[in-house]
């Protein structure tokens, strides 16, 4: 079975521009997680999706946004990119939304320039 | 809110040496802990946990066990290998009203040399 999957694997950004990062969750797993990860810390949580709908949100500002399809692939964008948006972007899913096993993809390294 | 502190890194040690590895955790009630590892260039994988007070996780030769009165859950390895080289985090499970997140570390990178 594939695990979940996350594309792209890196991407360059300048200043101000937007992007959208995909995640696929394992089959079967309804509920999809973002989380971002800076260098040198500890993922920081983002959002919660869980059947289409958003169950959390972190403490990002609106320039985050995310949305779940019915096939339960998920999408994260964020605009006007700042430097500091630079980071690992990781997806996690889980059967339901009280994730107590969460599996994470291999993440998307966004550097912005 | 809930928070996670572990040993800053990095940890380095020699191949076969003993391997701990600190995490105290500030929560309410007793949530399930777990400890992720990354090796570079990946996202994170579980590695171990436990779900409740004395339950002990092991996997690959690590474990630990979920303390509650110590509030801690402290990574041990006997012999580490070359290959156990990554950073580990260890997390939480927050549960809020409807949904659930991971609350991590900052994340102990292990150094181990032939």
């Known amino acids: 079975d594939a695990g979940v999957t996350q594309s792209p694997t890196h991407l360059i950004k300048t200043r101000g521009q937007h992007v959208t990062l995909r995640c696929s969750p394992i089959?079967?797993?309804?509920?999809v997680s973002w989380y971002q990860q800076v260098l040198g810390q500890g993922p920081q949580f983002i959002f919660q999706?869980?059947?289409?709908?958003?169950?959390g949100r972190g403490n990002f500002p609106d320039r985050f946004s995310a949305r779940q399809f019915p096939n339960y692939s998920s999408e994260l964008n964020v605009n006007a990119l700042l430097l500091g948006d630079s980071a690992l972007y990781l997806c996690?899913?889980?059967?339901?939304?009280?994730?107590?096993?969460?599996?994470f993809g291999q993440g998307t390294r966004l550097t912005v320039v | 809110g809930d928070s996670v502190t572990q040993m800053e890194g990095p940890v380095t040690l020699s191949e076969e040496a003993f391997l701990t590895i600190n995490c105290t955790y500030t929560?309410?009630?007793?949530?399930?802990l777990f400890w992720y590892v990354q090796y570079p260039g990946e996202g994170l994988q579980l590695l171990l946990k436990?779900?409740?007070?004395?339950d002990k996780g092991s996997n690959k030769g690590f474990e630990a066990t979920y303390r509650k009165e110590t509030t801690s859950f402290h990574l041990e390895k006997g012999s580490v290998q070359v290959s156990d080289s990554a950073v580990y985090f260890c997390?939480?499970?927050?549960?809020?009203?409807?949904?659930?997140?991971?609350?991590f570390g900052k994340g102990t990178m292990l150094l181990v040399s032939p």
């Open positions: 929560a309410t009630g007793y949530p399930s």
């Open positions: 999706y869980y059947e289409k709908e958003e169950r």
């Open positions: 997390a939480l499970i927050s549960m809020n009203s409807g949904y659930s997140t991971l609350t």
């Open positions: 089959s079967g797993h309804k509920s």
């Open positions: 996690a899913s889980s059967r339901t939304e009280m994730n107590t096993e969460a599996f």
């Open positions: 436990a779900t409740k007070a004395d």
